[in-house]
C-alpha cells in the first residue's frame, strides 16, 4: 500500500500528530506504516530485542531512548530479526549503529543520529505504554505512517 504522508496530511490534518522532523532515515524501506507498539528505555535495549523478537503484522516498535546519543539502540541483528518477525519499522528516540548494514535490508527505520557503542543490557524500562517526544504522544495501538517527509501519528487506520 502507498501514500505519501503530506496527502494524508492534506486529507486528514484536524486528526493527526505531526511528529518533529528531527529523525533521520534508515533503512531499505522508506515509506513503512504500522500499528504502534512502544517501550520506553535509557541506554538499555533488552526490551527492544524482546519486542522485536515477537511475530507482529506490520507493526512499528517506537523506542523512547530518552535522546541519549551516548550509545546505540538498534543494530543489525536486532533489525535483522525485526524485518523477519513482520516489524515494518522502528523509530529510535536515540541511535542507532550498523547503519550501512540496516540500509540493506527491507526495514523502515528512523533515529536521531548513530553511535558505534552498543547499550548497556541490564532490562530497565517500560513496554507498550504511551510515550512523548519529537511533539507526539506514541500510543500503543495507534498507527503511525512515515516517508522521505515525515512521521504522524493518526488514532485510527486512515489507510
Not at 533521520?24 to 506504516?33: E, M, V
Not at 531512548?65 to 533489525?79: F, I, N, Y
Amino acid at each position: 500500500m502507498t501514500f505519501k504522508t503530506a496527502d494524508l496530511c492534506d486529507d486528514f490534518s484536524d486528526n493527526l500528530q505531526i511528529v518533529t522532523p528531527m529523525f533521520q532515515s534508515f533503512g531499505g524501506n522508506a515509506h513503512f506504516s504500522g500499528a504502534i507498539q512502544t517501550v520506553k528505555i535509557f541506554e538499555d535495549n533488552v526490551f527492544v530485542r524482546e519486542m522485536l523478537s515477537e511475530k507482529v503484522d506490520g507493526d512499528v516498535l517506537v523506542v523512547d531512548g530518552g535522546g541519549s546519543l551516548r550509545c546505540a539502540l538498534l543494530g543489525d541483528m536486532l533489525a535483522e530479526m525485526g524485518y523477519k518477525n513482520g516489524w515494518s519499522g522502528v523509530v529510535v528516540y536515540g541511535c542507532i549503529r550498523d547503519s550501512f548494514d540496516i540500509n540493506a535490508m527491507p526495514i523502515g527505520v528512523r533515529a536521531i543520529q548513530t553511535n558505534p557503542l552498543k547499550s548497556i543490557k541490564k532490562g530497565w524500562g517500560d513496554k507498550n505504554i504511551p510515550v512523548t517526544f519529537a511533539s507526539a504522544t506514541f500510543n500503543p495501538g495507534e498507527y503511525l505512517y512515515a516517508d522521505e517527509d515525515g512521521i504522524i501519528l493518526s488514532k485510527t487506520a486512515i489507510i
